[in-house]
């Protein structure tokens, strides 16, 4: 059972290239998120989609896109990468009912330069 | 955006020895939740809370949901070198749908 996969595990990019950064579950969950965590800062929500065909801003929503492909996928595109978007970027999911348990995948580790 | 205020920020203990932390907020929430992440990992559910007062265990591991329902508590009792790591709460509060806010962390060092 992989739970929550991310790829790529690592990327480098030039300020101003694109990319896309992907996600899966293979849980059945309704509702995934994107973080990013910064040293001394815990996890900051990006973007989330609380079930297929919806998706809301989080904290830091500025500078990213994300597309809910299907129930399994949910995908966060840099448009044009900035130094200040070097971090650490997880996804999430979590279950359907009241229960508030998010389960995250293994990150992906951006440097932008 | 609003934090959760977590500490310690970082603890050296000696291997055997038992940890406290804990999150503080201004605002009251319906659901804490304890996270651990290994270096180079995503971060792990430890423990689930959803009732004032709740106390729950997971092997050496307990938490406290606060009476207040503004903070919560974590203990790890008689700590291994497995311990180490970085130990988040995040809470969800009663007027925000699916979102969790987080704590910073505590760094959990075991001295040599």
């Known amino acids: 059972n992989a739970g929550v996969t991310q790829t790529p595990k690592f990327q480098v990019l030039k300020t101003g290239q694109s990319m896309t950064l992907q996600c899966a579950q293979d849980?059945?969950?309704?509702?995934m998120y994107w973080y990013r965590q910064d040293p001394g800062m815990g996890l900051r929500l990006i973007y989330y989609?609380?079930?297929?065909?919806?998706?809301d801003k989080g904290e830091v929503p500025n500078g990213y896109n994300v597309s809910r492909l299907n129930k399994r996928e949910f995908s966060l595109r840099l448009e044009s990468a900035a130094p200040s978007q070097t971090s650490v970027y997880f996804c999430?999911?979590?279950?359907?009912?009241?229960?508030?348990?998010?389960?995250f995948g293994p990150g992906t580790r951006l440097t932008v330069t | 955006g609003q934090q959760l205020n977590q500490s310690p920020q970082s603890m050296f203990i000696q291997e055997g020895e038992d940890v406290s932390m804990n999150c503080t907020s201004s605002?009251?929430?319906?659901?804490w939740l304890w996270y651990k992440q290994d270096p180079g990992e995503g971060p792990v559910l430890l423990i689930a809370?959803?009732?004032a007062g709740e106390l729950t265990s997971n092997g050496r591991l307990t938490a406290q949901f606060g009476i207040t329902r503004k903070d919560s508590f974590l203990n790890i009792s008689a700590s291994i070198p497995s311990d180490v790591g970085i130990y988040f709460c995040?809470?969800?509060?009663?007027?925000?749908?699916?979102?969790?806010?987080w704590g910073a962390g505590t760094k959990l060092i075991i001295k040599p």
């Open positions: 995040a809470g969800q509060r009663t007027d925000s749908n699916y979102q969790l806010i």
């Open positions: 989609s609380a079930s297929e065909g919806t998706t």
């Open positions: 849980m059945n969950h309704n509702s």
């Open positions: 605002s009251i929430f319906n659901t």
């Open positions: 809370l959803y009732k």
């Open positions: 999430a999911s979590k279950g359907t009912g009241v229960l508030y348990e998010q389960y």
